[in-house]
């Protein structure tokens, strides 16, 4: 059972246009990190969430940490080909479950497409 | 400028060989990982430390091991490799636990199995 769902899994749109993409869990996470990952490199940071309800905003790209820490969501306004990679969502247990240094759990990621 | 190295970056090798692939982080970290990826299962943790001398297994870890006798090196060792090794691999490296602690990941081995 895979612990952090991400959906959908592939997202083709053209530019211009909005989009959101999901991350979701039935388990509390201590916090959640979006990584983008382009062809041939390795995941990059975006962003890291902790608070419940929390909102950040990176240029375009807003991200929202659900009130119960389960879930999130990245939001891209008026997307852009440089836009287009793999987004993973990864999240950290809390400490109870994990100990002190808690791992991260990454979910299967968003293929996204922004054709020009 | 502080960097995660992986070598090689491609490496082709028949079944019931031993290979191991190489991960160096000059950010001075003392947690290290390494993961697969494979299409339909995302990032999967295959062993991890938090300092020298401490290696842990992570979800996938059967047929691979790890060893960490410095803070800027963890090769990953694939006993005798297997057709379901074939994958691309992730070394990681972060600081101290932290809920704001980014793992830093380097840019990928490409391992065939044949």
């Known amino acids: 059972t895979q612990l952090l769902e991400q959906s959908p899994q592939f997202l083709s749109i053209q530019e211009g246009e909005n989009l959101t993409v999901y991350c979701n869990s039935s388990?509390?996470?201590?916090?959640l990190q979006w990584y983008r990952q382009e062809p041939g490199e390795g995941p990059v940071l975006l962003v890291t969430?902790?608070?419940?309800?929390e909102v950040k905003k990176l240029k375009r790209l807003t991200f929202q940490f659900g009130d119960a820490r389960k879930d999130s969501s990245l939001h891209i306004t008026a997307a852009q080909p440089g836009d287009t990679g793999l987004y993973l969502c990864?999240?950290?247990?809390?400490?109870?479950?994990?100990?002190?240094?808690?791992?991260?759990?990454f979910g299967k990621g968003i293929t996204l497409s922004v054709r020009p | 400028d502080a960097e995660i190295t992986q070598s090689p970056r491609h490496k082709i090798t028949e079944t019931g060989r031993q290979v191991t692939l190489a991960c160096h982080q000059t950010w001075n970290h003392n947690n290290m990982f390494w993961y697969r990826q494979d299409l339909g299962h995302g990032l999967r943790l295959i062993h991890y430390?938090?300092?020298?001398?401490?290696?842990n297994k992570g979800e996938v870890s059967d047929g691979y091991s790890v060893s960490r006798s410095n803070t800027e090196d963890l090769p990953l060792t694939l006993e005798s490799a297997a057709s379901s090794q074939t994958s691309v691999y992730f070394c990681a490296s972060s600081k101290l636990a932290g809920a704001y602690n980014e793992q830093f990941f380097g840019p990928g081995t490409r391992l065939t199995v044949l």
């Open positions: 388990s509390v996470f201590s916090s």
């Open positions: 969430v902790v608070t419940g309800g």
């Open positions: 990864a999240g950290r247990r809390p400490v109870l479950y994990t100990g002190a240094n808690s791992k991260l759990t």
């Open positions: 430390s938090y300092g020298v001398q401490d290696t």
